[in-house]
């Protein structure tokens, strides 16, 4: 195994089994040993986060027939988010005070994640703190989630119009498809009705998925994109710096040009001997806004809006000499520009 903590998202329709099966590998972790190094399993279920025992995911079920509060929904989903993160830094900075990773920490989110973009949020987490990320699918008919919601009382029960819509929408998890959901194991608790919930999970090879686990944990392919993201980034940030060079050392080229206009004019028209002074201190006045006006232009949004482009169009990842038409009208623009300021500058008082 790879790293002091692992995120691991079950998903799944209310009454799956879900809960249940983090329960089970909660337990069966102290028999669970990689080498010398013990798993601990932290259980953060949405539903204990979420208000009034409502399913965590049946607030984006569109006209759900619920008295609901979206706003107070969003922010407890925020809240268990929030959760998760911190439960993975704690274990990364307790590993780290150490100097020695002496306990592996799996963070089980408990949630029906029925929407990709709900586990989607789970793996940016994992992403952004280069920790390993897998999902279990804990997939039962419909009839059989039904059924054993219907053995719930109180607020943990769910209406079963929310079920069903659920189990009509529900995206499940597609690693073809999706490369961040490559690590995904499909479970199927008992699907006999009259299977006490208390035992919905009881069939499972909890050995088999562990070892699922272990080999989610060992391939830590977040980290892999990271590091990858960050080299791509790296090389279009050296690319983008190297076309801005190219651009502006063609622009100089272009005011240099002006500049010899300018002066030329400003030399020819200064007649009187204090003109003449004037115009003797032209070519440093004109250097100098030269100067100002090329770093102006590293910064200037239609320049970095032409940096923008896409390579295709001649933008950051073309670093060589071009005929561009689109960056020889905004060189002519910028020539224009600086020639107005030029001129402005050496008016008469």
């Excluded at 993160?85 to 780290?96: G, L």
Aim: charged residues 30%; hydrophobic residues 40%.
């Amino acid at each position: 195994m790879d790293g002091a903590c692992m995120v691991l998202v079950l998903c799944g329709l209310p009454g799956a089994g879900k809960s249940t099966l983090a329960r089970r590998l909660a337990q069966s972790s102290a028999t669970h040993i990689d080498g010398e190094l013990q798993v601990e399993v932290h259980h953060i279920s949405f539903d204990d986060v979420d208000i009034g025992g409502v399913v965590a995911a049946s607030s984006e079920v569109e006209e759900v027939a619920i008295d609901f509060e979206a706003d107070r929904w969003c922010r407890s989903r925020a809240l268990a988010l929030l959760e998760v993160e911190r439960r993975i830094d704690e274990s990364r900075q307790t590993n780290n005070s150490i100097g020695t990773c002496v306990s592996r920490r799996l963070i089980v989110v408990d949630d029906n994640m029925y929407y990709r973009s709900m586990r989607h949020q789970c793996y940016l987490l994992a992403k952004k703190h280069e920790v390993p990320y897998g999902q279990v699918y804990v997939e039962v008919p419909l009839a059989v989630a039904l059924a054993r919601n219907a053995r719930r009382t109180g607020s943990a029960r769910v209406p079963d119009e929310i079920i069903e819509r659920m189990h009509a929408r529900f995206e499940a998890p597609q690693p073809a498809d999706h490369g961040w959901e490559r690590h995904t194991c499909v479970v199927h608790p008992q699907r006999e009705e009259e299977e006490p919930e208390g035992d919905a999970a009881a069939d499972l090879d909890l050995q088999r998925l562990w070892q699922a686990i272990a080999a989610m944990w060992s391939d830590n392919f977040v980290r892999a994109e990271a590091c990858e993201e960050r080299e791509r980034e790296r090389r279009r940030d050296e690319d983008r710096e190297q076309c801005l060079t190219n651009f502006l050392h063609r622009l100089d080229q272009q005011l240099r040009g002006r500049v010899a206009s300018i002066l030329a004019t400003a030399t020819a028209t200064a007649t009187p001997t204090a003109d003449r002074r004037r115009g003797n201190g032209a070519g440093k006045l004109v250097a100098n806004l030269k100067r100002v006006f090329l770093a102006e232009a590293r910064s200037r949004d239609d320049v970095r809006v032409f940096l923008s482009r896409p390579a295709s169009a001649g933008g950051v990842d073309d670093a060589a000499p071009t005929e561009d038409s689109a960056e020889l009208q905004l060189v002519r623009q910028l020539v224009e520009v600086f020639a107005e300021r030029c001129l402005a500058a050496l008016a008469p008082p």
